[in-house]
């Protein structure tokens, strides 16, 4: 059953961030998801970045099923309309794009389910709301800046906006995203680095996470 996006992004909403990763060790995914949700996360997102994407996923939404009902779990990193249809079929709850595809919106759109298209100039932005995205992910973040949000939120009154892609776990810079006008941000490698996945360092990373958590709130 697809869940409903209205209660998804308010999932995202009240978090106020979207953890993001990928690792090609199953198992190591699995521990990754696990650590999280124990550390108090209840909405996450799969990246669709490497060859173990879709099994990794079906895995984790297994695990998911039996052991954590109250997670929304969903993809990233969705180009295709192949590839939007792989994941939905195999139970994601959300879809996120770097870019803006207007037949995965279509997809998206028709069956109900939150489209969350990555956005990185005013034209972008206006396409992706032309196809309902109620919340767009501005990528790169590190790029673009807090001052990007700051100088087009008044040309987009009352959008939604997400920055992913170097958003630091550091109170000064979570304050100034927030501050722009952001409401909620996306954390990968800064959150959950490659050392962190291949070394298992999951009690480190639940420290981290429950750290990001608290200044996020401290931010919002």
């Known amino acids: 059953m697809i869940s409903n996006k209205h209660k998804i992004l308010d999932a995202i909403l009240e978090q106020g961030m979207l953890p993001l990763f990928y690792q090609d ?12 949700y124990s550390a108090g996360i209840r909405i996450f ?18 695990i998911r099923d039996a052991e ?18 792989a994941f939905i079929n195999a139970g994601t709850d959300f879809i996120v794009s770097p870019i803006v595809n207007p037949a995965v919106a279509e997809i998206a759109n028709k069956i109900g389910m939150l489209w969350v298209p990555g956005c990185m100039t005013p034209t972008e932005i206006s ?14 973040a590190n790029i673009l800046g807090p001052e990007f949000i700051s100088s087009i939120k008044d040309l987009f009154a009352g959008q939604l906006f997400m920055p992913t892609g170097g958003v630091e776990l550091d109170a000064d810079n979570l304050r100034t995203w927030f ?32 750290l990001a958590l608290r200044l996020i709130q401290q931010s919002k």
């Not at 060790?25 to 999280?36: A, D, F, I, P």
């Not at 709301?129 to 992910?137: F, R």
Request: aromatic residues 6%.
């Open 127 to 140: 396409i992706a709301q032309e196809h309902k995205a109620m919340l767009i992910k501005i990528f790169p």
């Open 45 to 62: 997102e799969y990246t669709n970045r490497g060859k173990s994407a879709l099994p990794n996923f079906k895995k984790l939404k297994e």
């Open 179 to 210: 501050k722009a006008g952001v409401c909620a941000v996306g954390m990968g490698s800064k959150l959950i680095s490659k050392e962190t996945m291949n070394k298992g360092l999951y009690d480190e990373l639940a420290d981290q996470t429950r």
């Open 68 to 85: 954590m009902p109250d997670l929304y779990l969903g993809i990233g990193t969705i180009k295709t309309v192949a590839d939007a249809n």
């Open 25 to 36: 060790s199953e198992s190591g995914s699995v521990e990754v998801l696990r650590t999280l």
